[in-house]
């Protein structure tokens, strides 16, 4: 996380460990990977947000008080909007849902409980189970740094010091519920900043870009508030038509389309399980 601002996952795990330990049960997989998971993963944010706070020389004491109020305020906000969204969002978390409500992530939370808590990893990587070669890939991600770490230090100027194989690994966590768009952004954005402008104004960048990094995403909920409560809530974005939107509507992250389609008559995966 100190490297790369990128954190691996656990999300599988306590998914695969529950699914272990308390099998035929989905509520409790919800409830192991609420407590697992998303407990960490918070933590590493609220260490972040520490980590900022000591850059901008803020005391301790005041960011820390900070960090309470906005996490009071945070979760009853969140809270309250959740509950006026399924009361006034018609058709919410369906593909019939105005607006593009569709959750997308709530959904692949869903269908992991279903997936780990009522079938059951035995049944994917189990003695006899068609993913079963797929078990090794957990010593694989282990192991395989360490070869290119080998040989990356041994190299100063090698492009393989450039490469960090838990983002890589970790990145596609993200491909159920992300598009291509999501990535390419990504590489765009980390290409920009953390290679020409770091190369160029490395003194800029340095000083800079975590306050630029923090300024965007405030922009970003910002503007996300204004363009739903004044163009998409109202309903004006119905038949909305730009040469953006039109070269968007053309791929499958627009039309949620699968890439591959099984041909008729034929299923995915064996012929029996």
């Known amino acids: 996380m100190a490297i790369t601002n990128q954190h691996s996952s656990i999300y599988l795990i306590c998914q695969l460990i529950c699914g272990v330990v ?19 993963a918070q933590g590493i944010k609220f260490a972040s947000d520490l980590k900022l706070g000591h850059y901008m020389k803020i005391p ?3 960011m820390f008080l900070v960090q309470v109020v906005a996490t009071l305020v945070s979760s009853l906000t969140q809270i309250g909007v959740l509950n006026w969204m399924f009361a006034n969002v018609r058709g919410i978390c369906t593909a019939e849902a105005v607006n593009g409500f569709t959750c997308p992530i709530a959904r692949v939370h869903f269908n992991g409980s279903i997936l780990w808590g009522v079938v059951g990893p035995g049944e994917f990587f189990g003695p006899m189970a068609i993913y079963r070669t797929l078990v090794w890939c957990f010593p694989l991600g282990a192991f395989l740094p360490i070869p290119l770490w080998l040989y990356a230090r041994r190299r100063r100027h090698s492009l393989f010091r450039k490469v960090n194989l838990p983002v890589i690994f970790g990145a596609m966590s993200w491909i159920p519920p992300a598009t291509g768009l999501n990535f390419s952004v990504w590489a765009l954005v980390c290409y920009l900043f953390n290679f020409l402008i770091k190369r160029r104004a490395n003194a800029w960048w340095g000083k800079y870009t975590m306050t630029l990094s923090a300024a965007l995403d405030s922009g970003l909920a910002f503007g996300i508030v204004v363009v739903f409560f004044g163009f998409i809530y109202p309903g004006w974005v119905s038949g909305f038509s730009w040469w953006g939107t039109e070269v968007y509507k053309q791929g499958c992250d627009w039309q ?18």
Not at 22 to 40: D, K
Request: with cysteine.
């Open 22 to 40: 308390f099998p035929g049960r989905p509520i409790a997989n919800m409830v192991f990977v609420s407590y697992g998971y998303i407990s960490s």
């Open 256 to 273: 949620a389309c699968s890439y591959k389609n099984v041909p008729e008559g034929q299923t995915f995966g064996p012929h029996t399980w």
């Open 60 to 62: 301790p004491r005041i």
